[in-house]
């Protein structure tokens, strides 16, 4: 793909089931499941985003354990997959990586569950990103626990429709690891 | 939807790293994950078919433990997703649980991310599924470990190509709980 996209996934500022600001914890299966996704739909990387320090060493200890040449020769598949992952403290933090790898902060866009105002159409924007005119390197942005917070709506560009079935007011509690799949390959699969 | 929809998760009949044919363990998060995108795509049962009496009852005992009026209450959309799931020995239970609620066999669809010849594409299975003449129930199956075993070959009546992103020669490692999201996106999304 021409443009360099990156996934990213927030465990903070996220919001609980009350709708209150909170921090969730990292799952293993997170790391490994999106970093394939990611990598099948052509991401130039997956950032992990969690404040909590110890968190970020649980990653770091994963990932290390992964990156071996033992791991290399015996899963090259779940290697390249992981290999994309950076876990990180914030999202200025994310941002001023891409900003170093392509001279320009990305185009944030934000997915949801909840319908929100003014959401694009997924149609429209892999329209978009597969023009010439299109230059931004793109962070698609999922948040863990019951969404992305409020607090993060400043640093965002375009929001994308839910995923939907057969009804538009049925059912859609995808897990996250689900959600990130469909909506890449609504965006970049053939 | 028009057409009754199932999706099934063999641990059995499947192949490891070396096409040996075995049987996979059932996994916790495959249960909820695809449970979830389940019932967001509006399938009408999930099944999750092993040959081992003790992961039978393990799912059994998962599945007890959701359903409760407590966790009805607590954990409403785990609890509807859950419902859909049925844990049975084999291939044969499915068919015959379909043919009891519908009066005819289901037409057996297999998914693979290794390519397979004569496989269909997405777009012209999906508007046969619409079209009113569309009578059958649909059974989409997905395997775990490596994949499907040729053994059951013999059942299937469709094959749908794999899930690709940008480059049809690239990487397409998905975890499964990813593939049955992309998948059921494609056919049932909107």
Redesign the interface.
């Given at each position: 793909?021409a443009v360099p996209v990156y996934v990213v996934l927030l465990h903070f500022p996220v919001v609980n089931r009350h709708n209150e600001l909170v921090t969730t914890s990292v799952t293993n299966?997170d790391i490994?499941?999106i970093a394939?996704?990611a990598?099948?739909?052509?991401a130039q990387g997956y950032f992990v985003v969690t404040p909590i320090v110890d968190q970020r060493d649980l990653v770091n200890k994963i990932l290390g354990h992964w990156r071996t040449e033992k791991s290399k020769r015996f899963h090259p598949?779940?290697f390249?997959?992981l290999e994309l992952v950076k876990v990180v403290e914030n999202f200025e933090e994310v941002k001023k990586k891409i900003r170093e790898d392509h001279g320009m902060d990305p185009e944030v866009i934000m997915t949801d569950a909840r319908p929100i105002k003014d959401a694009e159409s997924y149609v429209s924007l892999r329209q978009k990103l597969e023009s010439p005119e299109w230059k931004k390197p793109v962070a698609i942005v999922f948040g863990t626990g019951w969404g992305i917070s409020e607090v993060f709506y400043p640093q965002i560009h375009r929001v994308l429709s839910p995923?939907?079935?057969?009804?538009?007011d049925?059912?859609?509690?995808?897990?996250v690891?689900?959600?990130?799949?469909?909506i890449?390959?609504?965006l970049?699969?053939?």
């Open positions: 793909m299966l490994h499941d394939r996704t990598k099948t739909y052509g598949h779940r390249e997959a995923l939907y079935g057969p009804s538009r049925g059912y859609n509690h995808l897990s690891r689900a959600a990130v799949s469909g890449m390959d609504r970049f699969g053939h």
